[in-house]
């Protein structure tokens, strides 16, 4: 099969974008007209908004996700609650940002390995000597699948950890823990959590952005105050900091694409139910759907093949799918990291590095679109 009309890309930003334009131009204007462009009224709205759909009391608009994950491990170094050498645990199926984060504020990292099915942080590959020594979990909702269930609850309570969460993938994910009748949302259920607006998430800027979010309000402000050279008011600074401010315009461009935020999700979810309707290969293995469907907000859809990958993903393209792979490379295995000692063997992720492949999932796609790709998954073979 050889199809030269169609073409899916991957990720069209533009067309994800186009519906927002009007919206974007007027609020361009009245940021130019409004004299502020870093912080200012749009960034506080914005966190008022992020708070109330995490359901924290503080947020903190930041430069970026890598930056808020940096700024509260950071921050918890000033509050005392972390020390430099402490080690926190983090998934080792991640974007490279988890790690740079704890190893950037001066932690040591514990690597874990994955559930195969869920591809997230799992309790069955934290070692009691990990519990023994490590004070902090990263848990993070990679493909925007929530990595938060009662076992990891009760574990991270048990060992009192700090809970920071990477939400960069899963913002407006929520969970609902059986029988404990609590419902959570990405980004409220630890201590803090890091957002992430980069162009490409559900919810993306028109540059980089990012959010701290947390219910400690000593944390929100050593936070701020970081972000802000360290200063708590002008020309007094109490931390040694960074810049990492938002701006006003990306402020202004999220929340008009925030209020859209259950219409996104919403359509990512519906693709996902049609490619696990539709995709049938007995070379394919579909992502597993949660229980509780909203706990996913299909940031990637991302499939395994027991073929071969870069095969599958030539013979996509040549038929005019695109397709991703998050990531070739875990970032354990990176040359920046290849001094990092660590006894655990990560057998899901090093398995699934070699095996994924995301398929095209965002809200710019129609209905018609996934099942196309559906059909054309179905007609390969090895
Ligand atoms: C994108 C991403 C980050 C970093 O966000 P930036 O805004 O690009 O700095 C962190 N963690 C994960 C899992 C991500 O996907």
Redesign the pocket.
């Known amino acids: 099969m050889h199809n030269n009309h169609i073409r899916i890309p991957f990720l069209d930003l533009k067309e994800i974008n186009r519906p927002f334009e009007a919206e974007f131009d007027k609020a361009f204007q009245n940021v130019i007209a409004s004299g502020r462009y870093i912080g200012g009224e749009e960034v506080n709205l914005l966190e008022q908004e992020i708070a109330q759909l995490c359901k924290t009391q503080y947020a903190v608009g930041v430069s970026?996700?890598?930056d808020a994950l940096r700024l509260i491990l950071r921050g918890y170094i000033e509050l005392g609650k972390l020390n430099p050498g402490d080690k926190v645990i983090v998934p080792a199926n991640?974007?490279i940002?988890?790690m740079l984060a704890v190893t950037d504020a001066g932690l040591r990292l514990i690597p874990v390995d994955v559930d195969n099915a869920t591809m997230n942080i799992s309790t069955e590959f934290i070692s009691e000597d990990d519990l023994a020594t490590a004070k902090a979990i990263m848990p993070?909702h990679?493909y925007g699948r929530m990595a938060w269930d009662a076992k990891l609850k009760a574990l991270v309570e048990q060992n009192n950890l700090l809970v920071i969460e990477?939400v960069?993938?899963a913002l407006g994910a929520k969970s609902n823990i059986k029988g404990l009748f609590e419902s959570y949302s990405a980004g409220g259920l630890g201590h803090a959590a890091g957002l992430?607006f980069?162009p490409t998430?559900n919810i993306g800027a028109l540059g980089?952005g990012?959010m701290v979010t947390t219910n400690d309000p000593d944390l929100a402000y050593v936070v701020r105050a970081l972000a802000n050279y360290g200063s708590d008011c002008r020309y007094h600074n109490i931390y040694i900091g960074y810049n990492c401010r938002l701006d006003a315009l990306q402020a202004a461009f999220l929340r008009i694409k925030l209020r859209q935020i259950e219409r996104i999700n919403g359509t990512r979810r519906e693709n996902a139910k049609i490619y696990a309707a539709n995709i049938q290969n007995p070379l394919i293995t579909t992502p597993q759907i949660p229980e509780y469907s909203e706990s996913h907000v299909w940031h990637q859809y991302v499939i395994r093949t027991n073929g071969t990958r870069d095969k599958l993903r030539a013979y996509l393209n040549d038929n005019g799918i695109e397709t991703d792979v998050h990531y070739p490379t875990p970032p354990l295995h990176q040359p920046c990291y290849s001094n990092l000692k660590c006894e655990h063997n990560f057998a899901n992720t090093d398995s699934m590095a070699g095996s994924i492949i995301s398929l095209p999932i965002s809200e710019a796609l129609s209905q018609h679109d996934i099942k196309l790709v559906s059909q054309i998954i179905n007609g390969y073979k090895e």
């Open positions: 970026n996700g890598l991640t974007y940002a988890s993070v990679l990477d960069a993938q992430s980069y998430k980089d990012g």
